[in-house]
């Protein structure tokens, strides 16, 4: 028999790393515990990815063996960076299992394959494959043959994801998140059992199954269970906040034997419960391991102190958190934060474009400012005036409000109503009807030129006869829809057009196409309040047109060609990242907070913690802005809210800590003084 030798970790090296010289008093305190449950709750910009890195390397300076080590993360990037620190200070880093929880589970499945239910070399479907299989499924049922308007596979898709990482079933679910889905609600729930069935005969895995089989394999087999508790001895996981229940309890499994688990993360700036993180696995940390040693970590280096008292009063309000008040490691700011008032949405996106101009004629880099706002329909005044002043930005989504395929289908209507001979608009818009693809929709122009002659009287489509069988109703649906676009021969408002667009069926198109069918619903919503500016249907597409005909576009953050860019982002999109100067719009009632989030005392408390996320991304200036008067549609609702109240938000702030602003046509000079108008 070969005889084996180990080869010890070195502790060669570690004896130049003084920790009381790297880290401060708080760090060094996490850094340095001794093994057992601890959390550490680690503030916005306190520094934790140097924490964790530490304490990586503090275990191996103690002679802990790297492959006894479990760094779980929320990006494969976060984990590779974090490595190359550690083995930057300690040899041996290389030997630590870093990885996302996802890789750690496809790691762990591919060493035990057939113990989990699979055979060897399994494929791991990506979000195509899932669909193509998802809609075979659907195929193999029947039920969309009996009803055209059933939710299309990327829907269904997200349904079972959301199912997998709460630990819900489908049932429950949908009438949770998916409420206008409640009528398939049974036929749903089967097919998510096909499905099932279906990934296993064809030895296949999506995404979420590597979370979900690891888990299972780990609770059915005690002996693979044993040996990973044996192996990882210590276990570090990042961003603890944002796990799920799924994450939370294959953590649990694998810390059972030694209960050596540190946690690192910040419970106020848990905001991803809409795709299923849940708040109560950090808040419950030390409940579910007596014991625990809770550190905070609350010096930070990113803000000017002035920022984070606002921060730390914004946050206070939030029953479900762990106390901790965050202080600046730099000095004094001149100003304040401000919060601006203005009359209406239209003087609050000139606002922030002119402080932007102001701002960069100062020397303020483009990079270094940042719009942020709770959700990507409140940024379209504020794209549309940075567009007419030429102010380059970029969006994190690299999509502005007007290229969105919603926005594009519905203007694809007012397009055609306009003017007839229209190929493009005309395509867009039939190519959404069951059974058209791209030939049909090319025989179905060839004679609709034919049938109009260059015309309006859409009536005359409905002879017609090379529409798809499937297509049909669809087809009459919308030429009833343009005719209410054109009646009489007259083209309507704009106005009146997005809808009729959206009654005529185009948000149930949404509904079946869409899993963030309520956000889309809002944008258009914001489309047909703007939109009612405009008594002629070509002076409100022209002024489309001349919006989307400037680049002003982007990559993500950090990517090659931003450096000249203001970046525009949602708050969710924004988490991790820094700016000198953040100005945040729509601070009002029914915006930020959003009118559902009001509902819900849970869902108002991620609200609040959106917006602490938020004020902590900014350095130096931070801008605050509500309207008081929400402008835009020629007629409202009775029921909606004309007059806008502030955020409560703002009024949990106490007065002192801010500057109040007024910002509106004022005679006099351009911008401010100590003693005038800033605006």
């Known amino acids: 028999m070969d005889k084996k030798y180990r080869i010890e970790p070195s502790s060669a090296g570690t004896a130049g790393i003084c920790f009381e010289k790297e880290l401060n008093g708080q760090q060094l305190a996490a850094v340095t515990c001794e093994p057992g449950p601890a959390l550490v709750i680690a503030g916005a910009g306190s520094g934790k990815t140097r924490t964790l890195t530490y304490r990586v390397a503090w275990l191996l300076a103690q002679g802990v063996a790297p492959y006894h080590i479990l760094l779980l993360t929320f990006t494969n990037k976060a984990a590779k960076e974090m490595i190359e620190r550690v083995t930057a200070l300690v040899p041996g880093g290389e030997g630590v299992w870093g990885g996302t929880f996802h890789s750690v589970g496809n790691r762990i499945l591919r060493r035990h394959a057939e113990a989990a239910g699979f055979a060897q070399g399994f494929t791991i479907l990506d979000r195509d494959d899932q669909e193509q299989m ?56 089967k097919l998510q059992s096909a499905y099932e069935a279906r990934k296993r005969e064809s030895n296949s895995l999506d995404f979420d199954d590597l979370l979900s089989k690891t888990l299972a394999l780990l609770e059915m087999c005690p002996d693979i269970l044993a040996d990973y508790q044996g192996r990882f001895r210590h276990i570090l996981v990042d961003e603890y906040q944002d796990t799920n229940l799924l994450q939370a309890r294959m953590v649990d499994l694998l810390a059972a034997k030694h209960g050596s688990l540190m946690v690192v993360g910040d419970d106020a700036q848990s905001i991803y419960s809409w795709r299923g993180a849940d708040s109560s696995n950090i808040l419950e940390f030390p409940d ?68 932007v101009e102001e701002l960069l004629a100062d020397g303020v880099k483009h990079r270094e400012i940042a719009i942020l706002y709770r959700a990507h329909f409140h940024s379209m005044e504020l794209q549309m005036e940075f567009t007419r002043r030429g102010i380059p930005f970029a969006m994190t989504s690299g999509l502005r409000f007007f290229e969105q395929a919603h926005i594009k289908d519905v203007a694809a209507y007012l397009k055609f109503a306009v003017n007839p001979a229209d190929e493009i608009s005309f395509k867009r818009m039939v190519r959404v009807m069951p059974g058209v693809g791209e030939k049909s929709a090319d025989t179905l122009w060839e004679h609709a030129v034919k049938l109009l002659r260059g015309e309006r009287d859409f009536s005359r489509l409905l002879g017609c006869a090379k529409v798809p ?27 009146k ?161 801010f500057e109040s602003w007024e910002a509106g046509h004022f005679s006099g000079t351009r911008g401010g003084g100590e003693d005038e108008d800033p605006f």
């Open 134 to 189: 998802i809609n075979f499924e659907v195929g193999r049922s029947g039920v969309r043959a009996e009803n055209k308007k059933f939710p299309k596979a990327s829907v269904l898709a997200d349904i079972f994801s959301y199912s997998a990482n709460t630990c819900e079933p489908v049932e429950k679910v949908i009438p949770q998140k998916y409420r206008y889905l409640y009528q398939w609600i049974e036929v749903i729930a």
């Open 288 to 355: 579910r391991y007596p014991g625990t040693k809770v550190f905070k970590i609350e010096t930070n280096y990113r803000s000017v102190p002035e920022v984070l008292d606002l921060a730390n009063a914004a946050i206070a309000a939030n029953i479900g958190q762990f106390q901790k008040r965050l202080s600046s490691a730099r000095q004094s700011s001149e100003n304040k934060p401000a919060v601006v008032s203005v009359e209406t949405n239209g003087q609050q996106a000139a606002f922030v474009a002119q402080r």
């Open 469 to 495: 069988g499937k297509a049909v109703e669809a087809w009459k649906q919308w030429v009833y829809t343009m005719e209410e676009c054109v009646p009489s021969g007259v083209v309507a408002s704009p106005q």
């Open 497 to 657: 057009m997005i809808g009729s667009v959206l009654l005529a069926g185009y948000d149930e198109y949404m509904q079946e196409t869409f899993s963030n069918y309520d956000s889309r619903k809002e944008d258009l919503e914001t489309l047909k309040e703007f939109a009612g500016g405009f008594e002629d249907a070509g002076e409100f597409l022209s002024q489309l047109a001349l919006l989307g005909a400037v680049d002003t576009r982007g990559a993500a953050p950090g990517k090659e060609g931003d450096e000249e860019k203001v970046l525009f982002s949602t708050i969710h999109q924004a988490k991790g990242l820094e700016w000198r100067v953040v100005f945040v719009p729509w601070l009002t009632e029914g915006m930020f907070p959003g009118a559902r989030a009001v509902e819900s005392p849970a869902a108002l408390e991620e609200e609040r913690r959106l917006f602490y996320v938020a004020v902590t991304r900014c350095c130096d200036e931070l801008y605050l802005v509500h309207p008081r008067v929400k402008m835009g549609g020629a007629s409202y609702s009775p029921y909606e809210d004309f007059h806008q109240r502030p955020s409560r938000f703002l009024s949990e702030i106490p007065e002192k800590l």
